[in-house]
């Protein structure tokens, strides 16, 4: 499974951006899809994440409220619509397929896209 990520770019505070995930080589419609963000010294974070049904998503407790997760088992592709931005979501924003469910853990999923950096600057 090949991941490519999109739709990352600069933004004003209070802004929004959509991001995208698409999948190719495999259709992942049964894999659970997150997104992780790593800024710049930091460790790699959960997003959030959601099943393969869509029926369950988790967010971090730091973008609940802001983001929100979703995908589209027909096109194989994974969104993560984000609003009210603040300069603190600046980093690069990567989308993961885990094979078993989604889960917060980036250490268990099995495929990655490459990155989209998203920048939240006036």
């Known amino acids: 499974v090949q991941l490519q990520a999109s739709g990352g770019g600069l933004v004003r505070p209070g802004g929004s951006l959509s991001l995208s995930c698409a999948a190719y080589?495999?259709?992942?419609?049964?894999?659970?899809m997150g997104w992780f963000r790593q800024a710049p010294g930091k460790e790699r974070e959960f997003v959030a994440g959601i099943s393969g049904s869509s029926v369950s998503t988790l967010y971090s407790d730091s973008v609940k409220g802001r983001f929100t997760i979703s995908r589209s088992n027909a096109k194989n592709t994974a969104y993560l619509q984000m609003n009210s931005l603040k300069p603190e979501d600046t980093a690069a924003y990567y989308c993961?397929?885990?094979?078993?469910?989604?889960?917060?853990?980036?250490?268990?999923?099995?495929?990655w896209g490459q990155g989209t950096l998203v920048t939240v600057s006036s």
């Open positions: 993961a397929a885990d094979s078993f469910y989604y889960r917060s853990d980036y250490t268990k999923y099995d495929y």
């Open positions: 080589g495999r259709t992942v419609g049964n894999y659970g």
